[in-house]
């Protein structure tokens, strides 16, 4: 059964840093491209970060310069370290893995609240 467990979520006062993991099981870590997803109240769940099996890296202009997203193979886990927040990066955080040649091996978590407010 695959799994990804979400974590680090919390509330946070604006110029503050969080870090969220994804802790993936079930499946074979270093073969998925693993990204980072919001999705705010009222609005569409937009892609945030990405790194691939070879550890490239993309952001939406939004974050760059304030967040980095990186992986652990050896825990089967990626990370989203979230400095300088803004009220703005409030929203539902979710982690997402899409096997490198598959295309149809995708998987989600469920998600973990980031509330960024004084």
């Known amino acids: 059964q695959v799994q990804l467990v979400e974590s680090g979520g919390g509330l946070v006062q604006p110029g503050g840093s969080l870090r969220l993991s994804c802790a993936a099981s079930g499946i074979i870590f270093s073969l998925y491209n693993m990204r980072w997803h919001r999705q705010a109240p009222g609005k569409q769940r937009e892609l945030v970060a990405a790194?691939?099996?070879?550890?490239?890296?993309n952001y939406v202009d939004s974050v760059k310069g304030r967040f980095t997203i990186s992986r652990d193979n050896a825990k089967n886990t990626v990370y989203l370290q979230m400095n300088s927040l803004k009220p703005e990066d409030t929203a539902v955080y979710y982690c997402?893995?899409?096997?490198?040649?598959?295309?149809?091996?995708?998987?989600w978590g469920q998600g973990t609240q980031v509330t960024v407010s004084s």
């Open positions: 997402n893995a899409e096997h490198r040649y598959i295309a149809t091996l995708k998987y």
């Open positions: 790194i691939t099996t070879g550890g490239n890296t």
